[in-house]
Nanobody, 115 residues
């Protein structure tokens, strides 16, 4: 059973940076991709970034040029480096693993961008 635990969220000023981490336990070679999503109050959860088993990477338009996703080679950790943060980046950020047709979610970590 996969378990994902996010960390690294917090309060940051506009223009600042944060690095989110997602610890993945129970991972194995069947994990096909790890992703970051976010959900702002009153809004639907939205895709932020993905890295697949072949190190292919996809970003949402809102993340391009500002966020960087990376992973440990054995899927034990996935990171989201966020720079030039904006108030509209305020949300709960979730890590998701995809394996054998199923999604596995973490509990989320709050990111608040405010002065």
């Amino acid at each position: 059973q996969l378990q994902l635990v996010e960390s690294g969220g917090g309060l940051v000023q506009p223009g600042g940076s944060l690095k989110l981490s997602c610890a993945v336990s129970g991972s194995d070679s069947r994990v096909q991709a790890l992703s970051w999503y976010r959900q702002a109050p009153g809004q639907e959860r939205e895709f932020v970034a993905l890295v697949d088993r072949n190190d292919g990477i996809i970003y949402a338009d809102s993340a391009k040029g500002r966020f960087t996703i990376s992973k440990e080679s054995v899927w034990s950790m996935v990171y989201l480096q966020m720079t030039s943060l904006k108030p509209e980046d305020t949300a709960v950020y979730y890590c998701k693993a995809y394996r054998d047709g199923y999604d596995y979610w973490g509990q989320g970590t709050q990111v608040t961008v405010a002065s």
